[in-house]
């Protein structure tokens, strides 16, 4: 980083402080690595664990790379670059560290999780999905045992005994979802044997910027009894039938729609409601099916296999298998597709994945892509950017981006592209946004004769294998969002880089500028040749967010090319609004979840000194008065104590469950304080704050009023046959944030018009 870079403390101008005096420090270093080579392992492996316990930090991390790169040499038969260790030193002082793709970030999370677990911290390393957790833990596992580290993973097949004797290793491999998961269910235990996740003090998140990011505002939701919510199959019918332009808009960003008045007078006559009288909820129904018509895309947003509606992860370009869409649009595109209602019920606890990552300690992380986003894991979490160089110069040719004026004529330069470099040879990865498309290409270049293989949301199941074989002599493969597959492309033999190395070609620019970079990054790794284009065309989703590029249009030449300068910075600014919209939602929703956060670390304090000790009980008896004492009087007090603590218990978890509901309700019709002037943000917490007061003496009323009433025997208080009963099972899945604003919202909006 240059001069004025540190000047303005841009993102990775700092790095010389954390990891600057490095390379001051080689000779240390190589005499380090002289005395541990010396070492048998069983020597190795008692050095290691001495490691930490004298010296200045600065000389223990000087020893401790010397002494992993040893390591992970005998174990994994891989000698860790200069780079990878510099790299390790930026995690060790809770970093996020830019490393890029094929570069080894693997090796060095396993290395900087050995690391904190050898000084005494408990360490989790989170990942995007099941598989790369299991995976990385299974490759490390050697390097582990070396070093004396336990270490395990866990996914969604395990037992319960099994995933509790994993969160009991030093490290532990994960996807941030289940962590985040057994978070949640944590939250309702009422014996600490029953708790799965121990106090979270260390986490290094794997694709950083796409969990911290990207996933950051997704919503983690436990909800038990279970009920279905219905869509209204007549209002599916009729928006069914509403034609665009006549009866509903589009917006320019295709972002939101709404009916017209023609519209509203239709959907009012057919109906037989007033949709802007006192009762919204026809409203909010007609907002819903309209949204699901217009703008939720089969093959692009969601499959639907088996009878079910499955979400498509926009940033990985898989199912989510757990992920659902808030319940009443859920319902809306369950009746548009004809397919069942899936369980809804009440949400018992919720939290976003930034709330979980904010729970710990220390938080680091490893990504290809950084940098693009330091300003916001500035803001959102307070960590530096530490960007690292790659072990070999990059020589990859990125070319300039292809302007088409449709999506035909798109498709049909990229397949003569395609079919250009298959003739000589040359392995050719092809990245898209979407099933649809993926499946488009595929169509159109098996039709040219070409082999292609085809790695979507439909069927990854042979994703390792699909990959190993991508970078083969004029193999062809086509993959929707190849940034999340998390598996390198490495070139077969000689006469793929002869031929020029992978080509990589992006079907459109990703909504974000680092999926992009990440799709290149798949060609060029470790010094490889390679290249990277771009084909866009004016029908892309990006492009529908700046209206004035249509105009190009007219530009283009036979075969659709447009050569515009001018359009080609449009593209650019383009991808600047989206991610502008993005950190904004983020913000957003980040401001909304605050205080409900705080909020919640209040009642689980609470909840944690009603377990443990008798403060809260002897409250609830100076209520009771006499009632306690006589029951005392005629049971043992013992009997009593853990009566009363399983009733408060009780009621303490029904009213937080209550408050969710109403913090979530208050946030759907929170825009309609626009009305009276007042800032939607400062309303929310303060409506949220005067309900949330008299949480803790709502729980003592409840519960004495449970305790007056209910019949007391010699055995405590049958709570089921009174009514106060927990949820008989719980399951978990993702939300994704409103994508449309709320109903109230939308409500507004129209309202202004």
Same mark, same amino acid.
């Given at each position: 980083?240059?001069?004025?870079?540190?000047?303005?403390?841009?993102?990775?101008?700092?790095?010389?402080?954390?990891?600057?005096?490095?390379?001051?420090?080689?000779?240390?270093?190589?005499?380090?690595?002289?005395?541990?080579?010396?070492?048998?392992?069983?020597?190795?492996?008692?050095?290691?664990?001495?490691?930490?316990?004298?010296g200045s930090a600065q000389d223990n991390l000087i020893r401790y790379c010397a002494l992993a790169r040893e390591a992970a040499e005998r174990s994994l038969d891989e000698r860790a670059y200069d780079t990878q260790i510099k790299g390790l030193v930026g995690?060790?002082?809770?970093?996020?560290?830019?490393?890029?793709?094929?570069?080894?970030?693997?090796?060095?999370?396993?290395?900087?999780?050995?690391?904190?677990?050898?000084?005494?911290?408990?360490?989790?390393?989170?990942?995007?999905?099941?598989?790369?957790?299991?995976?990385?833990?299974?490759?490390?596992?050697?390097?582990?045992?070396?070093?004396?580290?336990?270490?395990?993973?866990?996914?969604?097949?395990?037992?319960?005994?099994?995933?509790?004797?994993?969160?009991?290793?030093?490290?532990?491999?994960?996807?941030?979802?289940?962590?985040?998961?057994?978070?949640?269910?944590?939250?309702?235990?009422?014996?600490?044997?029953?708790?799965?996740?121990?106090?979270?003090?260390?986490?290094?998140?794997?694709?950083?910027?796409?969990?911290?990011?990207?996933?950051?505002?997704?919503?983690?939701?436990?909800?038990?009894?279970?009920?279905?919510?219905?869509?209204?199959?007549?209002?599916?019918?009729?928006?069914?039938?509403?034609?665009?332009?006549?009866?509903?808009?589009?917006?320019?960003?295709?972002?939101?729609?709404?009916?017209?008045?023609?519209?509203?007078?239709?959907?009012?006559?057919?109906?037989?409601?007033?949709?802007?009288?006192?009762?919204?909820?026809?409203?909010?129904?007609?907002?819903?099916?309209?949204?699901?018509?217009?703008?939720?895309?089969?093959?692009?947003?969601?499959?639907?296999?088996?009878?079910?509606?499955?979400?498509?992860?926009?940033?990985?370009?898989?199912?989510?298998?757990?992920?659902?869409?808030?319940?009443?649009?859920?319902?809306?595109?369950?009746?548009k597709e004809g397919v069942g209602t899936t369980e809804s019920g009440e949400i018992l606890d919720q939290m976003t994945v930034e709330e979980l990552i904010h729970g710990y300690e220390t938080v680091c992380g490893m990504t290809g892509t950084a940098l693009?986003?330091?300003?916001?894991?500035?803001?959102?979490?307070?960590?530096?950017?530490?960007?690292?160089?790659?072990?070999?110069?990059?020589?990859?040719?990125?070319?300039?981006?292809?302007?088409?004026?449709?999506?035909?004529?798109?498709?049909?330069?990229?397949?003569?592209?395609?079919?250009?470099?298959?003739?000589?040879?040359?392995?050719?990865?092809?990245?898209?946004?979407?099933?649809?498309?993926?499946?488009?290409?595929?169509?159109?270049?098996?039709?040219?004769?070409?082999?292609?293989?085809?790695?979507?949301?439909?069927?990854?199941?042979?994703?390792?294998?699909?990959?190993?074989?991508?970078?083969?002599?004029?193999?062809?493969?086509?993959?929707?969002?190849?940034?999340?597959?998390?598996?390198?492309?490495?070139?077969?033999?000689?006469?793929?880089?002869?031929?020029?190395?992978?080509?990589?070609?992006?079907?459109?620019?990703?909504?974000?500028?680092?999926?992009?970079?990440?799709?290149?990054?798949?060609?060029?790794?470790?010094?490889?040749?390679?290249?990277?284009?771009?084909?866009?065309?004016?029908?892309?989703?990006?492009?529908?967010?700046?209206?004035?590029?249509?105009?190009?249009?007219?530009?283009?030449?036979?075969?659709?090319?447009?050569?515009?300068?001018?359009?080609?910075?449009?593209?650019?600014?383009?991808?600047?609004?989206?991610?502008?919209?993005?950190?904004?939602?983020?913000?957003?929703?980040?401001?909304?979840?605050?205080?409900?956060?705080?909020?919640?670390?209040?009642?689980?304090?609470?909840?944690?000194?009603?377990?443990?000790?008798?403060?809260?009980?002897?409250?609830?008896?100076?209520?009771?008065?006499?009632?306690?004492?006589?029951?005392?009087?005629?049971?043992?007090?013992?009997?009593?104590?853990?009566? $009363? *603590? @399983?009733?408060?218990?009780?009621?303490?978890? &029904? #009213?937080?469950?209550? %408050?969710? !509901? /109403?913090?979530?309700? $208050? *946030? @759907?019709?929170?825009?309609?304080?626009?009305? &009276? #002037?007042?800032?939607? %943000?400062? !309303? /929310?917490?303060?409506?949220?704050?005067?309900?949330?007061?008299?949480?803790?003496?709502?729980?003592?009323?409840?519960?004495?009023?449970?305790?007056?009433?209910?019949?007391?025997?010699?055995?405590?208080?049958?709570?089921?046959?009174?009514?106060?009963?927990?949820?008989?099972?719980?399951?978990?899945?993702?939300?994704?944030?409103?994508?449309?604003?709320?109903?109230?919202?939308?409500?507004?909006?129209?309202?202004?018009?």
């Amino acid at each position: 980083m240059g001069f004025f870079s540190r000047l303005l403390n841009r993102p990775g101008a700092q790095a010389d402080k954390a990891t600057g005096w490095f390379d001051k420090a080689a000779d240390d270093m190589a005499a380090a690595s002289r005395e541990y080579a010396k070492m048998d392992d069983s020597e190795l492996t008692e050095a290691a664990a001495d490691i930490f316990t004298s010296g200045s930090a600065q000389d223990n991390l000087i020893r401790y790379c010397a002494l992993a790169r040893e390591a992970a040499e005998r174990s994994l038969d891989e000698r860790a670059y200069d780079t990878q260790i510099k790299g390790l030193v930026g995690l060790l002082q809770a970093n996020i560290v830019q490393m890029a793709t094929g570069e080894g970030k693997t090796l060095v999370g396993a290395l900087a999780a050995a690391g904190y677990a050898l000084q005494g911290r408990r360490v989790h390393v989170v990942s995007v999905n099941d598989y790369l957790a299991v995976r990385d833990r299974t490759w490390m596992k050697p390097l582990f045992e070396l070093l004396g580290v336990k270490s395990a993973s866990i996914s969604g097949t395990q037992s319960e005994s099994e995933r509790r004797e994993s969160y009991g290793a030093e490290v532990l491999y994960a996807s941030v979802t289940e962590v985040g998961f057994d978070v949640l269910r944590d939250r309702f235990v009422t014996d600490d044997d029953q708790i799965r996740v121990p106090d979270r003090d260390v986490v290094i998140v794997d694709e950083a910027d796409s969990v911290l990011i990207d996933e950051a505002r997704v919503p983690l939701v436990l909800a038990g009894s279970a009920s279905v919510e219905d869509a209204n199959a007549a209002i599916a019918a009729l928006v069914e039938s509403l034609e665009p332009g006549v009866d509903y808009e589009i917006s320019p960003d295709h972002q939101a729609v709404s009916l017209t008045d023609e519209g509203i007078n239709r959907v009012e006559a057919e109906l037989g409601v007033e949709l802007f009288g006192e009762d919204a909820s026809d409203l909010a129904a007609v907002n819903l099916a309209l949204y699901a018509k217009s703008l939720v895309k089969l093959d692009v947003d969601y499959l639907v296999v088996d009878g079910r509606v499955k979400l498509i992860s926009a940033s990985r370009g898989r199912v989510a298998e757990l992920q659902r869409w808030p319940d009443g649009l859920q319902a809306a595109v369950e009746a548009k597709e004809g397919v069942g209602t899936t369980e809804s019920g009440e949400i018992l606890d919720q939290m976003t994945v930034e709330e979980l990552i904010h729970g710990y300690e220390t938080v680091c992380g490893m990504t290809g892509t950084a940098l693009a986003v330091g300003d916001d894991l500035r803001e959102f979490y307070n960590l530096e950017i530490v960007p690292v160089d790659t072990h070999l110069p990059v020589i990859r040719n990125d070319e300039p981006d292809r302007l088409y004026t449709y999506q035909e004529s798109k498709e049909r330069a990229i397949v003569d592209e395609v079919a250009d470099n298959h003739a000589k040879d040359r392995p050719v990865l092809i990245g898209t946004s979407s099933v649809a498309e993926s499946e488009s290409l595929a169509a159109r270049l098996t039709e040219r004769g070409i082999d292609v293989a085809v790695l979507n949301a439909k069927d990854d199941s042979l994703e390792a294998e699909v990959i190993a074989a991508a970078g083969a002599p004029g193999a062809v493969t086509v993959s929707t969002q190849m940034a999340g597959r998390g598996t390198d492309i490495r070139l077969a033999d000689d006469s793929v880089a002869d031929a020029g190395g992978l080509l990589v070609i992006g079907a459109g620019r990703y909504l974000s500028s680092r999926l992009d970079d990440q799709l290149r990054g798949r060609a060029g790794r470790q010094g490889d040749p390679g290249t990277s284009v771009f084909f866009t065309s004016l029908e892309d989703e990006l492009l529908t967010r700046v209206p004035e590029i249509q105009r190009f249009v007219s530009e283009g030449d036979e075969t659709g090319w447009i050569e515009s300068k001018r359009a080609l910075s449009l593209v650019e600014h383009a991808q600047r609004v989206a991610e502008g919209q993005n950190t904004a939602l983020h913000r957003d929703t980040w401001k909304f979840n605050e205080l409900m956060a705080k909020q919640r670390d209040l009642v689980l304090a609470r909840r944690q000194e009603l377990r443990v000790d008798d403060e809260a009980i002897n409250e609830l008896k100076g209520r009771l008065g006499d009632v306690a004492k006589n029951l005392a009087d005629e049971h043992s007090q013992e009997l009593v104590d853990a009566t $009363l *603590r @399983e009733v408060m218990l009780f009621h303490l978890d &029904a #009213r937080w469950v209550d %408050h969710l !509901a /109403f913090l979530n309700d $208050l *946030r @759907e019709g929170i825009h309609l304080r626009t009305f &009276a #002037r007042e800032k939607p %943000h400062e !309303a /929310f917490n303060t409506e949220s704050i005067r309900v949330f007061s008299s949480f803790w003496s709502d729980v003592i009323e409840d519960s004495a009023t449970t305790i007056e009433e209910a019949e007391f025997t010699d055995t405590g208080i049958d709570l089921e046959s009174h009514g106060l009963k927990r949820p008989s099972s719980t399951w978990t899945y993702l939300t994704t944030e409103s994508a449309f604003g709320s109903d109230i919202e939308n409500i507004v909006k129209k309202v202004k018009r």
